[in-house]
């Protein structure tokens, strides 16, 4: 549950740290799961990762994977003969999107009593889990992301996605912490969406982004276990990873199921994956 100055802070700011959720087992067990994921994905399904070219970002690949475990790769992996540079491990953007469903270890602990009283705590009615990514931000290739709001991609009426991000190494400015902007969730409503056009594998933005103030931005460096916990119009970003280490996360986005999700979001579940209520999930 979030202390009355977490609460305080995630009210006022769009953001709060909650320190040692993961323990160093926890850490172990996901980061070696990630590590297996990797070694055993097909090198054939190729998809790399990026928010600066959205015809990459909306491809099929990247499209049909609300409801599969996929990995996409770093933009800066490839040679210009489009021959991976370094291995395979360390080329890896992330992994996505239905980890906390579909993988024991990733599903063990994201479904967890602590995340669903945090949840209940920040304000949510019925909790559910719409997404995770294992976020790898590779040593030396490890691509930027964009300021943007995740209201942006995950959107319901009213807003109520909300990020719980967990940092699986120390995340310093150094290795490519989170940033954002304090009050932005206040400040900036979200006027941008991420739509997709029925099935099909199209998509497209509406609104334009605000004129966000880049001096505004400020480091959110943490420890290897602790999370973040971030209001979906809070705008984040993460530089480029120019360091020698990377900065492992994994990160569990929640919308509420009261909440009203259109069609039109990119993010679909089919038939054979349908979400679950995490009030149902946990005992
Ligand atoms: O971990 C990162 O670098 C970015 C994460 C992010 O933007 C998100 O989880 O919404």
């Given at each position: 549950m979030l202390s009355e100055k977490q609460l305080a802070q995630y009210k006022k700011d769009g953001y709060t740290v909650i320190q040692q959720y993961a323990t160093i087992m926890q850490i172990a067990e996901l980061r070696a799961e990630a590590d297996r994921i990797i070694d055993q994905f097909?090198?054939?399904?190729?998809?790399?990762?990026t928010t600066e070219n959205q015809t990459d970002f909306a491809d099929r690949y990247f499209l049909d994977s609300?409801?599969?475990?996929?990995?996409?790769?770093?933009?800066?992996?490839?040679?210009?003969?489009?021959?991976?540079?370094?291995s395979k491990k360390l080329s890896i953007n992330k992994i996505g999107h239905a980890l906390h469903d579909l993988n024991t270890t990733f599903n063990t602990f994201s479904y967890q009593r602590e995340l669903l009283n945090l949840a209940l705590s920040a304000g949510f009615k019925n909790p559910l889990m719409i997404q995770s990514m294992y976020i790898c931000k590779q040593p030396g290739i490890g691509g930027a992301v964009d300021p943007h709001q995740d209201t942006t991609f995950l959107y319901t009426e009213p807003n109520s996605c909300t990020g719980f991000w967990v940092a699986l190494e120390d995340a310093t400015v150094e290795n490519s912490c989170l940033w954002g902007i304090p009050g932005s969730h206040l400040k900036y409503k979200n006027n941008r969406r991420y739509l997709r056009s029925g099935n099909e594998y199209k998509t497209s933005f509406t609104g334009e982004w605000e004129e966000w103030n880049h001096e505004?931005?400020?480091?959110?460096?943490v420890k290897a276990g602790d999370m973040v916990i971030f209001d979906g119009n809070f705008v984040h970003a993460s530089k480029e990873n120019t360091s020698i280490n990377s900065r492992h996360a994994y990160v569990m986005h929640l919308i509420d199921a009261d909440a009203f999700y259109p069609d039109d979001n990119w993010l679909?579940?089919?038939?054979d994956c349908p979400l679950m209520l995490m009030k149902d999930l946990i005992s």
């Open positions: 097909d090198m054939k399904n190729i998809s790399i990762f609300g409801d599969k475990i996929r990995c996409f790769f770093e933009e800066n992996a490839f040679d210009e003969k489009q021959q991976l540079i370094g505004e931005m400020v480091p959110i460096e679909k579940r089919g038939e």
